[in-house]
């Protein structure tokens, strides 16, 4: 069964931290570039980060430049997301997601809330 598993979401005062897991299982992993996206209550989904298969080269969307950073350890089938000096319009659920060739692949996202 081709599926993500995220992890590490929880409550958290602005200007804090949080590093968000995503395990990938049931397809070749080191294979394919990753992706962090987030969605807030009546907002469509936005992306948020991405690495390239071999993690040596990523992306972010502007607003979490240099607060936030993508990684992956193949070893592990998993990509990581390192949240720092958070905001309060950072919180969201937050999803994984690739796309293969059969199609793309959502994990069920992990809830991160930003608040004092």
């Known amino acids: 069964q081709v599926q993500f598993v995220e992890s590490g979401g929880g409550l958290v005062q602005p200007g804090g931290s949080l590093t968000l897991s995503c395990v990938g299982s049931?397809?070749?992993?080191?294979?394919?570039?990753i992706f962090w996206y987030r969605q807030t209550p009546g907002q469509e989904r936005e992306w948020v980060a991405g690495?390239?298969?071999?993690?040596?080269?990523?992306d972010y969307e502007d607003s979490v430049k240099g607060r936030f950073t993508i990684s992956r350890d193949n070893s592990k089938n998993t990509a990581y997301l390192e949240m720092n000096n958070l905001k309060p319009q950072d919180t969201g659920v937050y999803y994984c997601y690739t796309s293969l060739y059969t199609g793309g692949v959502w994990g069920q996202g992990t809830r991160v809330t930003v608040s004092s």
């Open positions: 690495i390239v298969s071999t993690g040596g080269s990523a």
């Open positions: 049931g397809f070749s992993f080191s294979d394919y570039a």
